[in-house]
């Protein structure tokens, strides 16, 4: 996968199997991609291992 950004201990890899290779590029996916009440995946590296969980976003504040 692309680049790392760390979330609280995890790691942010992908979402929706799309590569985080960027603050920015997560922003673009979601702009393009998805809007609040969508569900989405997210790939976080936690402890040296990946895991996969679903969270429904939220309207930005």
């Known amino acids: 996968m692309g680049l790392w950004f760390l979330v ?12 985080v290779t960027g603050w ?5 996916y979601l702009e393009l991609h ?5 569900p989405v995946t997210l790939t976080l590296v936690r402890e040296n291992r990946e895991i996969r969980v679903e969270v429904v976003l939220g309207v930005q504040p």
């Open 8 to 19: 609280g201990g995890d790691v942010l890899a992908a979402v929706n199997d799309v590569p």
């Open 24 to 28: 920015m590029r997560l922003v673009e």
């Open 34 to 38: 998805a809007q609040a009440g969508d």
